[in-house]
């Protein structure tokens, strides 16, 4: 099994394998987990990196989807989400976290840190994109972004169908196509440069829906 991996600056990332969201990793954190199905391939892409599992303190999901929050329950770390989307991970709401979508059941699980606009992750600010969930989060240190499901590489943007708003993702859209990104890392698909040309095809494309 090739083990999909590379770094940007000093952000190391992880392809979603299967229906996995994708991960990332800096200093003590780890950005989603994925379904928690393929946590062999994750943990030894971390270990390839050249990081240990042990200096990792802190799991931030982007948003309380399954795909992005299954892994947490392999990881003794404390969980960080927006204050929005962490009602109902800590409410064990199947419907609303898509577990019954991916055919799974999950478990009540606790949000340490409730996340607010604002708050830093070491380098990275927290910016409050609703769209796809009410409490998506994108993660931002003035060159890369770290953005969830809330826009994709390629322009595309996440599902709004399943919990989520349009008007609220065109406006999370217009404001991220204000930022200076240098490097795209999404929650699905690849990780790219020219990351502000993708936000403002995205943009583009959401003001095309009604």
């Known amino acids: 099994m090739g083990v999909k991996l590379k770094k940007i600056g000093d952000v190391i990332v992880i392809e979603g394998m299967g229906y996995d969201s994708n991960v990332y990793v800096f200093e003590d954190v780890i950005v989603d987990t994925g379904t928690g199905q393929h946590m062999d391939y994750i943990l030894k892409s971390i270990q390839d990196a050249g990081k240990k599992v042990d200096d990792l303190s802190l ?3 982007t948003h309380n989807h ?6 947490n329950r392999y990881f003794n770390l404390q969980v960080a989400m927006h204050a929005t989307d962490a009602i109902a991970l800590e409410e064990g709401n199947e419907d609303a976290l898509l577990a019954t979508m991916f055919g799974k059941s999950v478990e009540k699980m606790k949000v ?3 996340l607010e606009e604002g708050d830093k992750i070491h380098g990275f600010e927290v910016l409050l994109t609703p769209g796809h969930t009410a409490g998506s989060i994108c993660l931002y240190d003035g060159e890369t972004l ?4 809330t826009v994709f590489s390629g322009g595309g943007f996440g599902r709004v169908d399943l919990g989520g708003n349009m008007d609220d993702m065109r406006r999370s859209l217009e404001r991220l196509s204000k930022l200076e990104v240098q490097y ?3 929650g699905h698909g690849p990780a790219v440069g020219d990351g502000s040309q ?12 009604y």
């Open 198 to 209: 993708h936000i403002r095809m995205a943009n583009e494309m959401v003001n095309g829906f």
């Open 146 to 149: 770290i953005s969830g499901d």
């Open 184 to 186: 795209l890392l999404p």
């Open 112 to 114: 340490d840190l409730k």
């Open 59 to 61: 799991i931030v999901n």
């Open 66 to 71: 399954y795909d992005h929050v299954g892994g």
